[in-house]
């Protein structure tokens, strides 16, 4: 089993930084992509960034130039940093991340529990 455990969630004002974690642990042999996804209330979950095993990135369009994805291969964490963040940036934001347990599985994803990000002055 694999667990993913984000933290740095909360509340800022217009304009402020947060910077997500999440880390993954468990049965591990290796990890592919892992990134982040947000689900605002009424609305569907969106891609926010993605960061490959190499180091290739994608971003929602929405956060481009704003938010910054990373990752630590040694301590298999992704980080979300956020920076001018807007009011509709608010929604839960889930880790997300394609994991192989051994090499006799195929890669599947995992995420995490959520955190709460609230952009309000």
């Known amino acids: 089993q694999v667990h993913l455990v984000e933290s740095g969630g909360g509340l800022v004002q217009p304009g402020g930084s947060l910077r997500l974690s999440c880390a993954a642990s468990g049965s591990i042999f290796s990890i592919n992509a892992m990134g982040w996804y947000r689900q605002a209330p009424g609305k569907q979950r969106e891609l926010v960034a993605v960061?490959?095993?190499?180091?290739?990135?994608n971003y929602a369009d929405s956060v481009k130039g704003r938010f910054t994805v990373s990752r630590d291969n040694a301590k298999n964490t992704v980080y979300l940093q956020m920076n001018s963040l807007k009011p509709e940036d608010t929604a839960v934001y889930y880790c997300n991340a394609d994991v192989r347990a051994n090499l006799l599985v195929r890669p599947r994803d995992y995420w995490g529990q959520g955190t709460q990000v609230t952009v309000s002055s």
């Open positions: 960061i490959t095993s190499g180091g290739s990135t």
